[in-house]
């Protein structure tokens, strides 16, 4: 089903969404990957307060190529889930209510989904040219030295991924190849 | 013999970055057209056309097919009869990456320490293989690799007694591991034979031949076929969303190898199998 969902999203949103949906995200999203994720893990564990609120919000875990002058970024798809799987739970346990990338995520994740009521994304791997197109501004707001690993605030208008894991822990890549495995 | 400036590699590494990582090859980006249409799955389908679509932009609007615009693997096969002149070739390689990467407003991905992880900020350095041939000229391919499927990539020492059905099982299990997160549909390469490292430089250098063909050894010519249909049976499809395609080919090179062992390396690449050639 095809749904379009505004960012900060409601736990409602959240908890509507189905394995399979291709959904258009419109809002405020905040970009993070493997540095970013570590130092907020250090900052977590030493008792300070992360760069941005996580609270519904959703984290890409991208980093952009650079933008060529009057862009507002330049490629911009996902990078692989998992790497950031020793994260996540933390993060969605203090309100993350969202993430997009590519690829499986761990049991751990998982059950931090369910037990939040949040939601995995994929955005097309590979496809960073289009997806950049949805995409129309992009700040730094925390660890600028990281470069393409900063956090980045992007606004976004259908910015276009597809539920894999629900809030109640359906898995469209264990689901959807059953369905064509031919062996 | 011949002498070359080698400035004139620099030049050509710099072109060649940016070319690869805005355009692909023609027979890359017509395998994807044929799985747009021959896909089974409508959201496999979509996925595929959105494949196409990005092309497209990329190649219009200069802006990169992928953001992991990859570490830069070079292949340069080298006359024995050039002479290169002008300063050191490697410091001229990198240098065509560094110009390349900033220049084309390419990601720089690479660290200078695996461990402590500073980042380089210009991509170097690349990863060359050189290969000394017959002749005087000097062949430039340069194949940068994104690192969502090079992570999903393996190696196996497998033993005699495995046999072809242990190569077998060992590019499919490379293939099932990767799934989704190697960004499907994929282009397998696969090494046989050699030592440890050879069967894995062998599995890279597959990525870079046309996929239309196949090998000139009919063993091999029927493990790729098989193995490409093995692939698309397994249901992962566009995007690991499910489908019909999985894989766009498998390219497979062998070498001789030693009494007591069978070398198989799985190097796993995205859709987006960049690599752009210049001649010397």
Known sequence: ?183 | MRTINVNEVTQAIKEACIEANHFLSRDVEEKLCVAAKEEEAPLGRQVLEQLKENLKIAGEDMIPICQDTGMAVIFMEVGQDVHFEGGSLMDAVNEGVRRGYVDGFLRKSVVRDPIQRENTKDNTPAVLHTEIVPGDKVKITVAPKGFGSENMSRVFMLKPADGIEGVKNAILTAVKDAGPNACPPMVVGVGIGGTFEKCAILAKKALTRPLDQHSDIPWVAELEEEMLVKINRTGIGPGGLGGSTTAMAVNVLTYPTHIAGLPVAINICCHVNRHAVREL
């Open chain 1, 1 to 183: 089903m095809d749904r379009q969902i505004s960012l900060p999203m409601s736990k409602e949103d959240a908890k509507s969404l189905r394995s399979g949906d291709y959904v258009y995200l419109t809002g405020t999203i905040y970009t993070a990957r493997d540095a970013a994720h570590k130092r907020m893990q250090e900052a977590l564990d030493r008792g300070e307060a992360l760069p941005l609120d996580v609270k519904d919000n959703v984290i890409y875990y991208m980093g952009p190529s650079p933008a060529r002058e009057g862009r507002p970024i330049g490629s911009a798809g996902p990078t692989t889930a998992s790497r950031m799987d020793k994260y996540a739970p933390a993060l969605l346990d203090l309100g993350l209510i969202g993430m997009i990338g590519k690829g499986k995520r761990s049991q751990a994740v998982k059950d931090a989904i369910v037990r939040n009521g949040a939601v995995y994304f994929a955005a097309v791997g590979g496809a960073g040219a289009l997806l950049s197109k949805s995409i129309l501004s992009s700040e730094v707001i925390a660890y600028d030295d990281l470069g393409t690993e900063a956090i980045r605030k992007l606004a976004v208008k259908d910015f276009p991924v597809i539920v894999v894991i629900d809030s109640e822990g359906n898995d469209l890549y264990e689901t959807a190849i059953l369905a064509y495995r031919k062996d």
